[in-house]
């Protein structure tokens, strides 16, 4: 995989995607909780939206696989 900083071992794309849901629903609980007051609140729309925005953002990305646009031809 070296000269193809584009491309990137699975392993590598689902830690990434683990991790950043992770900072993602910290940052929905602690949004929520601060607003509200209400722990059971941001719990529920923190274990909600991870569930609705992982599935959206996994049909965006196979939507995209699709679209040529601004990718980089490797050379050779």
Same mark, same amino acid.
């Given at each position: 995989m070296?000269?193809?900083?584009?491309?990137?071992? %699975? @392993?590598?794309?689902? *830690?990434? /995607?683990?991790?950043? %849901? @992770? =900072?993602?629903a910290?940052?929905? $609980? *602690? /949004?929520?909780?601060?607003? *509200? &007051?209400m $722990?059971? #609140? #941001?719990? &529920? $729309?923190?274990?909600?939206?991870?569930?609705?925005?992982s @599935? /959206?953002?996994?049909f965006h990305? %196979? =939507? +995209?696989? &699709?679209? #040529? +646009?601004? %990718?980089?031809?490797p #050379?050779?």
């Amino acid at each position: 995989m070296e000269g193809h900083e584009s491309q990137e071992y %699975r @392993i590598r794309s689902l *830690t990434k /995607a683990v991790t950043y %849901r @992770i =900072l993602i629903a910290i940052l929905h $609980f *602690t /949004a929520v909780y601060l607003l *509200t &007051g209400m $722990f059971e #609140a #941001a719990l &529920g $729309f923190t274990v909600v939206s991870t569930v609705y925005t992982s @599935i /959206a953002y996994y049909f965006h990305e %196979r =939507l +995209w696989s &699709g679209i #040529a +646009w601004g %990718r980089k031809v490797p #050379a050779g």
